[in-house]
């Protein structure tokens, strides 16, 4: 019989019939094998989990805390042997089993009659974080609920609370989180430096501590210890956020939970926006293994192989649409197609076509849903709406992209957990005539290195002062100046001698986000080239995406000069200088997919089309870059020849150079349309 574990729990939290699915891993394909693995490389998770071992004892490693097996009686059996030691007990994944529910603990702290269960995540924490919040409006005001960004974390904690006092009930069990504490500093350099990662024989991945560091090695160690038994109370006492037809209590539910997984029956819970991010699907259904996203849907809208292949409002762009979900609306109300749509399902009661020369969010959905029904992939460009911002914007143009992340362990002393760490950048340089070159870069490739001001000073050196047009894509490069300014404002001359120089170039080139307390008005701000894409330009060759990995490859099929000129080995030799490409390089190929992403090598252990979606970086967007910030944290974490390790900063150059690249085609090719060059 099958044990009811934390991960099985967490499946069934996020989609009830995700639980059958990923129980059944050799019947249904799984996009995110992998993801657990590298989110945590990425985030610092393995990291975190080693260093909260010595918050409760000197020398984990020499004192053998650690119950290092992954078969559960065994482990079952080894917990118990380190509990019956007498005095106190620390130990890291404990095992506890009750009746058919099966938990390992991050850590535990046993002391006569009472059980401490600390659960380590590597996300952070600071004073305005509320895990119940108070309903301020509505009928429910005065009362409380929880907090959505930490209801995984939790209801993950209140089960194995749950657990260890079903399974020792003579015992008092109290439950704490531990998290990365943004209010707190590193009291050394290199404390990430400390705890490499890597994988053992059997592929288990390990994290290597360097010989004999002590808990007094480590100075003050930026994580937060958080007692969460109210929340466990209010867990119980009402019904659990999943969706299921009925309300369950918190103890019903893992009956309930359990007796499905006992049977091998499925839950179906409905379909949704959450089907967008289904991990249970097989893009090559129905060859090879099942697909849990089919089987939702045929059992659900009783789908045909036919009916897969229409456009389904999931694939409906969702932007500038507030708290509202346009989605889960329309299947709500029976819509499960795109060509069924109809402008009134989604717009205001007081929009209005004002008739003007660019895309607003309605118009822009009205585009894709007329050419989803009648199948036409030629592109909509907003003319005049372009031809005044080519006017606006004068030449030279700049092209800018960072490569940043956010790590929960602090490279340097008093640098605190998620610090932004901007570590890579590429600047493509075009003049008034369309002539293109890769005009710099920069790239953090010292182990440990704080690289943002040496970052800065290279960015600096290449914009400051520059006519013409700073062209970014979103929001992510603004954001991170924003960071960098805070970084720099509570720095002083001594440590940071150019530190007002610095603050200036920032201030002249971004817009004040106001992130700590500082407004300025910039000379040159960097344009947002997303937004230019979202107003003017659409094609269904994209879907319901803008990132800029969909719209390259869209634009691309939607311009002859564009397709025909890259078609052919123009950049990097004696063609299009690049920084990185010595040899001609074509970036179009018809056996690539006309994708340039694809004529770049694949990074080792990185799956392509990587999507991290990090705890700590909800306001910038990361998703594009999430190939690079695991490079990048491979390169720092772990352990790897100096060849590989070449090999991955290769890459990097060449794929944050693709990424300026690709907002150099979408602008000459507007320009072209226009007949500037």
Known sequence: MPYFTKSKFRLALDCPTGLYYGTNKNLYADKNVEDSFLQALAEG???????????????????????????????????????????????????????????????????????????????????????????????????????????????????????????NPGKIVRAHLILADKTSTATIDGLNQLFRIGKDANGRTRISVRPEVTAADLGQIPLRI????????????????????????????????????????????????????CQFVNADYPDGLSSGFHECWVHAKRFSDEDFRRPLVLN????????????????????????????????????????????????????????????????????????????ELQPPYHFIDFETTMVALPFHKKRRPYEAIAFQYSYHLMDETGNIRHQSQYLSFDRGAFPNYDFLRSLRRDLEGKPGTIFRYHDHENNYLNHLHKQLWVESITDVPDRNELLKFIETISTSTNTNGNKWQ???????????????????????????????????????????????????GNGIPSLNFSNPHVWIREDKDFNPYNTLASLPGIPENLNLDLN????????????????????????????????????????CELDTMAMVMIWEWWGKELGRW
Not at 258 to 271: C, P, R, T
């Open 45 to 167: 998770g393995y990291q975190v989990g080693e260093l909260a071992k010595y918050l409760f004892c000197d020398d984990p490693v020499k004192e053998n805390i650690t119950v290092d097996t992954l078969d559960y009686d065994e482990s079952l059996a080894i917990t118990a042997e380190k509990r019956n030691q007498p005095g106190r007990k620390v130990i890291a994944e404990a095992a506890f089993r009750f009746e058919q529910f099966f938990v390992r603990c991050d850590l535990i702290v046993e002391e006569s009659d009472r059980i401490d269960l600390y659960e380590v995540k590597a996300k952070s924490w600071d004073e305005t974080v509320e895990f119940l919040t108070e309903v301020k409006k509505g009928p429910e005001r005065g009362t409380y609920r929880m907090n959505k960004a930490w209801k995984n974390y939790l209801y993950d904690v209140a089960f194995q609370k749950w657990v260890i006092e079903k399974a």
């Open 226 to 277: 958080i007692n969460v038994d109210d929340v466990y109370e209010f867990i119980l006492n009402h019904p659990v956020d999943i969706e299921l037809p009925e309300e369950y209590a918190f103890e019903s539910l893992l009956y309930f939970l359990n007796e499905k997984l006992q049977a091998n029956e499925i839950i179906w819970s409905g379909v949704g926006k959450k089907c967008r991010d």
């Open 522 to 572: 910039a000379i040159n701000p960097m344009q947002d080239l997303y937004k230019m894409v979202i107003e003017h330009f659409y094609s269904l060759h994209a879907g319901g995406s803008n990132s800029i990995k969909y719209i390259l490859p869209a634009v691309i099929r939607s311009s002859d000069d564009i397709r025909e000129k890259y078609s052919r080995p123009v950049y990097g």
């Open 616 to 655: 700590d970086s909800t306001d910038i967007e990361v998703k594009d870059g999430g190939a690079a910030m695991m490079a990048f944290a491979k390169l720092q974490f772990s352990e790897m020849p100096e060849a590989e390790r070449i090999l991955y900063r290769d890459a990097l150059l060449r794929y």
């Open 316 to 391: 409906l762009w969702a932007g500038k649409a507030g708290a509202r979900s346009i989605v889960n609306d329309l299947i709500t109300n029976g819509k499960v197609f795109l060509t069924d749509v109809e402008t009134t399902d989604f717009a205001s009661r007081t929009w209005v076509d004002d008739g003007g020369d660019r895309l607003d969010a309605t118009k822009r959905r009205s585009v894709q849903i007329i050419k989803s029904r009648n199948k036409d992939y030629s592109p909509h460009l907003e003319m005049d709406g372009l031809r005044r911002l080519f006017d």
